[in-house]
């Protein structure tokens, strides 16, 4: 039986996109319109087969976010669900998912990026901007429960004059 060796392995030589490329240098200044046409062709130009076709996917979903178009997370979405090397491929679904203000979303998108690559700056960086949320004062409640939000801050400022 005759196996290939990975893509991912150094000195593989798998080569990305120009069109992705191109589009790179555009999402860096922040030109979403300018990055648009670039991710879109690499993604649609792609081979099946390509190992970077899902970061071309969720590149392509992204700044389709970042330009209103909300539609835009189903691609990042759709390039996680089989993806299991790249962790810039995750990285981009938390931007989708924090941008549209899904904060679960973007906790388990982090959570499962970091689990492939625990040492990405991209995503050790959006958890510690998240924070982590405070255990519930009444945990049979929810957490927008009138009462627990009331008790959560009562106790919060008084464990601040503890500290203090």
Not at 58 to 63: Q, T
Not at 84 to 95: E, G, I, K, P, Y
Not at 147 to 163: F, M, P, V
Request: a positive charge; one cysteine or more.
């Amino acid at each position: 039986m005759n196996q290939e060796p990975s893509p991912w392995a150094p000195g593989a030589g798998v080569r990305l996109r120009e069109e992705y490329i191109h589009g790179l240098k555009c999402y860096r200044e922040r030109n979403w319109s300018g990055a648009l046409p670039f991710f879109r062709c690499a993604d649609e130009r792609a081979d099946p087969h390509d190992v970077h076709r899902n970061r071309y996917t969720s590149y392509h979903g992204l700044v389709r976010v970042y330009m209103g178009d909300v539609a835009g997370i189903n691609l990042c979405r759709q390039a996680t669900v089989d993806e299991q090397n790249d962790a810039d491929v995750f990285h981009n679904l938390a931007l989708a998912e924090l941008r549209q203000s899904n904060r679960r979303g973007a906790f388990l998108a982090v959570s499962e990026g970091l689990s492939i690559m625990p040492a990405h700056r991209g995503l050790k960086r959006i958890r510690e901007k998240m924070g982590v949320r405070r255990r519930l004062v009444l945990a049979f409640l929810h957490r927008d429960n009138f009462l627990n939000r009331y008790l959560g801050k009562l106790t919060y400022r008084t464990a601040g004059k503890r500290r203090t």
